[in-house]
């Protein structure tokens, strides 16, 4: 079984902690003991960032609470029946009770958990499973949830996913597993940080039990500690929304070195019913003027302006015959009689989309039709007709409905292998 050293210890630190029994000291209303115990939760575990810059935080259970409290190198607990808030204070913390009395000063790290497993915990109104972690800053509170990694999933594709019913269940394993790999892939990353995941899109978007929902939790159950490995490595499980028929070789989507399981391949027409299967955006040249002229001056840090386009073509077409799958390469746009050179998914921030240039391109997986042009010779408007939406790279999100939505019955097992090439799936615990 392999789970990360780091955590091990970590866990090991928390489980065999003996803290001498301490007398109760508690204000009325407050948390009523000062005593000893230990914390649990179960392995593997993941460090989930909830938030770093809040100066103070409430947080409680459905039932009773531990609070575990260190400083200066030793530590206590209290049990409380109601919440407590925490707050920053000189680089240390207070802890209050729910009326605002104070209980403790100069604390270093709190540790919240409910007193029976499996109950959630409150943090500013929102639940969250496992327990929470509070450390102070130099300015504010990190708060940092501690949770099994299968409870932290039940927190993470719901969103990913949308809206899903029980003939999609084939789908959603095989979407939970991409994202356990993630997970177990990327424990211990940020190496000397308190935490594992950010729950931004920067790692995966985490929200705790507040997105939980029934048929994906299920799911999550269903392939508890299925990973996805290529040569016994945990794949980089990426994934995009719809491919249009092939996905992608990575190295052809951005600058990465090439991988043997993310390599272009058919959809067979699994994603066809995706809004987004085929998609089209006409400019005309002076919205595609002002658009370069924005990405170059953001680029080159002073102004740059272009106001004519005398041509644009896709560079390398002929490609596309034999490889189907393929992406754009390079599109090449002479303005002002300057020829401009953009590549890979970097097009699609270039580009953006026709309604509004905030909202970047579909995909690069598109065509140049319909191009006009003025008297004076320059491009008046041009359509780029596309397929799919996302970078295209990995597991296609609309293809592997498709997939569990077929007759043939497809299981997550055959999805994942379509898309991430060569593969085993394997149980870790
Ligand atoms: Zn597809």
């Known amino acids: 079984m392999i789970i990360h050293r780091k955590n091990l210890l970590y866990t090991a630190a928390l489980l065999g902690a003996i803290f001498p029994a301490l007398c109760s000291c508690s204000p009325a209303g407050g948390p009523v003991a000062r005593e000893t115990r230990a914390l649990h939760v179960k392995m593997p575990f993941v460090r989930a960032l909830l938030s770093d810059n809040h100066t103070k935080t409430a947080i ?10 260190y400083r200066d190198g030793g530590s206590f607990v209290y049990y409380s029946p109601k919440s407590v808030k925490i707050k920053a204070a000189g680089g240390r913390m207070t802890l209050l009770s729910s009326s605002g009395a104070t209980i403790e000063t100069s604390l270093e790290r709190i540790t919240v958990s409910p007193r029976s497993g499996g109950r959630q915990l409150w943090l500013d109104g929102k639940p969250y499973r496992g327990m929470l972690r509070v450390s102070s800053g130099e300015k504010a509170l990190m708060i940092v949830n501690i949770l099994y990694v299968e409870d932290y999933l039940k927190g993470v594709v719901p969103p990913e996913l949308g809206p899903v019913s029980e003939i999609d269940i084939e789908a959603i394993k095989a979407q939970a597993i991409a994202a356990r790999t993630y997970t177990i892939a990327h424990l211990g990353q940020y190496s000397s940080a308190l935490y594992d995941m950010k729950s931004d899109v920067s790692d995966q978007l985490y929200q705790g039990m507040s997105v939980e929902k029934k048929i994906i939790t299920d799911a999550i159950e269903k392939t508890e500690g299925e990973v996805a490995r ?3 490595e945990f794949i980089n499980a990426y994934y995009h929304s719809t491919c249009g028929g092939y996905t992608d070789n990575i190295e052809n989507v951005w600058e990465k070195e090439a991988r043997p399981y ?34 170059e001056t953001n680029l080159r840090g002073r102004q740059v302006t272009y106001n004519r386009i005398d041509s644009i073509y896709i560079a390398g077409t002929e490609l596309r015959s034999e490889r189907p799958g393929l ?16 590549v890979r998914d970097r097009i699609r921030w270039v580009v953006g989309r026709s309604a509004n240039p ?18 004076d010779g320059s491009v008046s408007k041009m359509t780029f007709s596309g397929r799919g939406y996302g970078h295209g790279v990995g597991l296609c999100q609309m293809g592997a409905l498709g997939m569990a939505r077929a007759e043939m019955g497809y299981s997550y097992r055959d999805i994942l292998k379509r898309y991430y090439s060569e593969i085993t799936i394997d149980k870790l615990y």
């Open 358 to 375: 905030n909202l970047i391109l579909r995909s690069d997986h598109f065509e140049l039709t319909n191009i006009r042009y003025k008297s």
């Open 230 to 232: 290529y040569n016994g």
């Open 60 to 69: 409680g259970g459905r039932s009773s609470i531990a609070i575990e409290c």
């Open 262 to 295: 993310l390599v272009s391949v058919s959809c067979r027409e699994m994603c066809r019913p995706s809004k987004y299967y085929l998609w089209n955006e006409t400019l005309s040249g002076a919205e595609l003027a002002k658009r370069i002229s924005n990405y």
């Open 327 to 342: 992406r754009t390469q390079e599109l090449v746009v002479v303005a002002n009689n300057i020829r401009l050179v953009y």
